[in-house]
């Protein structure tokens, strides 16, 4: 599933078990974005990023929620959490057989960058990019957030300023500087 392009995320749901006397297809194509970005602007908050993963011999629905001008305390995040669950049942949400676990999470302090709006607000901090083809020779670039406009970023890497288009973008997140943090809480 790939953001940069603007598009919403899209999952098709085979189950067994679908659609026998509840209601529901036997294929299911749910648009969870579309789903879900209402609940969570209701609440003055942004999808971040929606996806189903398996672990521990089970399945996750990771849904990563954020407010754009303060944190997210744990209070907010268990009640966007309860409403998410509630529109996921009443719109018939259904992975396929078993069940699912649901996660709701802020970012955090290395927080993913996904879509063009997220990188320009991180214009300043430092980030890690990787691409999908090398740029400049490197798949990996880590430095300053320079800039961020409608078709790219610019990165400070160590050999100099790295421009990067959104569509080239494999992965990308903020990074914490530990060692900086360090030295100003001990002064």
Known sequence: MRYRS?????FLFLGAGAGQGRGRARKEEMDLEAVLTP??????????EVKMAREGGGRVLRVTIDH???PLDLGTIAAVSDKISRRL????FDPGPGSYRL???SPGIER??????HFRRRVGDLVKVKTTEPVDGSRTHSGAL???DAEAIVVAADGGEVRVRYDDIASARTVFDWAAEQKRSTR
């Open 6 to 10: 603007g598009l919403a995320a899209h």
């Open 39 to 48: 609940v969570l602007e209701n609440e003055g908050l942004e999808l971040v």
């Open 68 to 70: 754009a001008e303060q």
């Open 89 to 92: 049942d009443l719109e018939g």
């Open 103 to 105: 996660e709701v999470s």
């Open 112 to 117: 993913s960058l996904i879509r063009p709006e």
């Open 146 to 148: 320079v800039s961020a």
